[in-house]
C-alpha cells in the first residue's frame, strides 16, 4: 500500500488497478464511495483532492475486498438509489434493477393520475417498487407483499425510511389475501430458469436470495399461477404488470392463454428488442385463491 496518504483520487486508481482482472462493474468502487457520503459522481470529483481519513481507507480497502468476493457493491454499503431515492438493502432481498425503474414508469405513465387505485406489490423484496408508487402517486393505497419474512423486514424498514403507513403482508402468492381484489397488481417476480445459472454473474448467485430469482417450471412457475389466480384478486378493469425474462417471449404469450382464454397481453420490449415487461388485463376470475 502507498505509504502517502490516500487521496479520494489515489483510492480509486487503487481500486481499479485491484478489480482490473476480475468482472467486478469497474464503477463500483465509485458508487461506494458516493453511497457511503450521500454525494453525486460531481460530489465526489470535487472530493477528489482530499484526503481519505485513515478510518475510511480501513473501510475502503475491506470493501474492495469483497468486491472481489462478488459481494455486491449495495450490500456492501446497505443501502441503494431508485428513482431517485434511497432504499435499504440487505442480503435478504434482491439489488433492486434499473430495468425495475422502467416498470414503475410503465405503470405510472399508463394510469391517470388522479384516480384513487388499490395497488399490490407482489413479491416486494425491498418495497422499491409498491414505496416508489406510494411517493409518486399519494391517493394510490399501496399493499407490499412477500413469502419472505426477512424481506419483509427489510420493506418495511424502507418504509418507515419514507414516512409512509403501507400494509405489508406476508403470504404465499395470494394465500394470505384471500377476498383482497386490487385495480393494480404490480410484480418483479421470481422468473430465472434453475438450469441458466451458468450464465449468471457470479455475485448474484454468491449473494442474492435464490428465492428472488428462481422459479420452477423453467422460471414460469410463478407466472403460471398468477396467471391462474389473477382474475380473482382484480377488480374490474384491473390490470396486472409484470418483469419478465428477456427470452420469455413466446412462452409467456403461451402460458397466459393456457391459464386464462380471456386476458388480454401487452409487451414492452427493450432497446435489443427482447421483452421485458408484460402489461395483462380482462382476466376472468376462476374462483380459486
Ligand atoms: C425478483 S425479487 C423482486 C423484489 C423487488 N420487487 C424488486 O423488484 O427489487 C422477487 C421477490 O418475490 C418474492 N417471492 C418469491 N416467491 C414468492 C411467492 N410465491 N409469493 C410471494 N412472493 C414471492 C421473493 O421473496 C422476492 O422478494
Same mark, same amino acid.
Given at each position: 500500500?502507498?505509504?502517502?496518504?490516500?487521496?479520494?483520487?489515489?483510492?480509486?486508481?487503487?481500486?481499479?488497478?485491484?478489480?482490473?482482472?476480475?468482472?467486478?462493474?469497474?464503477?463500483?468502487?465509485?458508487?461506494?464511495?458516493?453511497?457511503?457520503?450521500?454525494?453525486?459522481?460531481?460530489?465526489?470529483?470535487?472530493?477528489?483532492?482530499?484526503?481519505?481519513?485513515?478510518?475510511?481507507?480501513?473501510?475502503?480497502?475491506?470493501?474492495?475486498?469483497?468486491?472481489?468476493?462478488?459481494?455486491?457493491?449495495?450490500?456492501?454499503?446497505?443501502?441503494?438509489?431508485?428513482?431517485?431515492?434511497?432504499?435499504?438493502?440487505?442480503?435478504?432481498?434482491?439489488?433492486?434493477?434499473?430495468?425495475?425503474?422502467?416498470?414503475?414508469?410503465?405503470?405510472?405513465?399508463?394510469?391517470?393520475?388522479?384516480?384513487?387505485?388499490?395497488? @399490490?406489490? *407482489?413479491?416486494?423484496?425491498?418495497?422499491?417498487?409498491?414505496?416508489? /408508487? !406510494?411517493?409518486? +402517486?399519494?391517493?394510490?393505497? %399501496? $399493499?407490499?407483499?412477500?413469502?419472505?419474512?426477512?424481506?419483509?423486514?427489510?420493506?418495511?424498514?424502507?418504509?418507515?425510511?419514507?414516512? @409512509?403507513? *403501507?400494509?405489508?403482508?406476508?403470504?404465499?402468492?395470494?394465500?394470505? /389475501? !384471500?377476498?383482497? +381484489?386490487?385495480?393494480?397488481? %404490480? $410484480?418483479?417476480?421470481?422468473?430465472?430458469?434453475?438450469?441458466?445459472?451458468?450464465?449468471?454473474?457470479?455475485?448474484?448467485?454468491?449473494?442474492?436470495?435464490?428465492?428472488?430469482?428462481?422459479?420452477?417450471?423453467?422460471?414460469?412457475?410463478?407466472?403460471? +399461477?398468477?396467471?391462474?389466480?389473477?382474475?380473482?384478486?382484480?377488480?374490474?378493469?384491473?390490470?396486472?404488470?409484470?418483469?419478465?425474462?428477456?427470452?420469455?417471449?413466446?412462452?409467456?404469450?403461451?402460458?397466459?392463454?393456457?391459464?386464462?382464454?380471456?386476458?388480454?397481453?401487452?409487451?414492452?420490449?427493450?432497446?435489443?428488442?427482447?421483452?421485458?415487461?408484460?402489461?395483462?388485463?380482462?382476466?376472468?376470475?376462476?374462483?380459486?385463491?
Amino acid at each position: 500500500m502507498n505509504r502517502q496518504p490516500w487521496t479520494y483520487f489515489a483510492a480509486q486508481r487503487w481500486a481499479a488497478r485491484q478489480l482490473a482482472a476480475s468482472e467486478v462493474d469497474p464503477h463500483a468502487p465509485q458508487f461506494l464511495l458516493e453511497q457511503r457520503h450521500g454525494w453525486d459522481t460531481t460530489h465526489l470529483l470535487l472530493h477528489n483532492r482530499d484526503v481519505m481519513p485513515a478510518a475510511e481507507v480501513e473501510w475502503f480497502r475491506t470493501a474492495v475486498d469483497q468486491l472481489l468476493n462478488h459481494v455486491p457493491a449495495q450490500y456492501i454499503v446497505g443501502q441503494t438509489t431508485f428513482y431517485g431515492r434511497q432504499f435499504k438493502v440487505t442480503p435478504a432481498v434482491l439489488v433492486p434493477e434499473a430495468e425495475t425503474a422502467e416498470l414503475v414508469d410503465w405503470v405510472l405513465t399508463s394510469q391517470p393520475a388522479d384516480h384513487q387505485l388499490r395497488v @399490490l406489490d *407482489l413479491g416486494t423484496g425491498s418495497g422499491v417498487i409498491g414505496i416508489t /408508487l !406510494a411517493l409518486e +402517486r399519494p391517493r394510490w393505497s %399501496v $399493499t407490499l407483499s412477500d413469502i419472505s419474512s426477512a424481506a419483509l423486514a427489510v420493506a418495511r424498514e424502507n418504509v418507515r425510511q419514507h414516512q @409512509l403507513s *403501507l400494509p405489508l403482508v406476508e403470504s404465499d402468492l395470494f394465500a394470505n /389475501l !384471500a377476498g383482497q +381484489r386490487y385495480d393494480l397488481i %404490480v $410484480t418483479n417476480p421470481p422468473y430465472i430458469d434453475p438450469a441458466d445459472t451458468a450464465v449468471m454473474d457470479q455475485a448474484v448467485l454468491d449473494h442474492e436470495p435464490p428465492i428472488a430469482l428462481f422459479a420452477d417450471e423453467h422460471g414460469l412457475g410463478f407466472y403460471r +399461477r398468477l396467471f391462474e389466480l389473477a382474475g380473482n384478486h382484480l377488480r374490474p378493469g384491473g390490470q396486472l404488470f409484470g418483469e419478465t425474462g428477456y427470452d420469455q417471449e413466446k412462452s409467456i404469450q403461451a402460458l397466459l392463454k393456457q391459464c386464462d382464454q380471456q386476458a388480454q397481453l401487452a409487451v414492452c420490449h427493450d432497446v435489443a428488442g427482447k421483452m421485458r415487461m408484460i402489461h395483462a388485463w380482462d382476466f376472468s376470475g376462476t374462483g380459486g385463491n
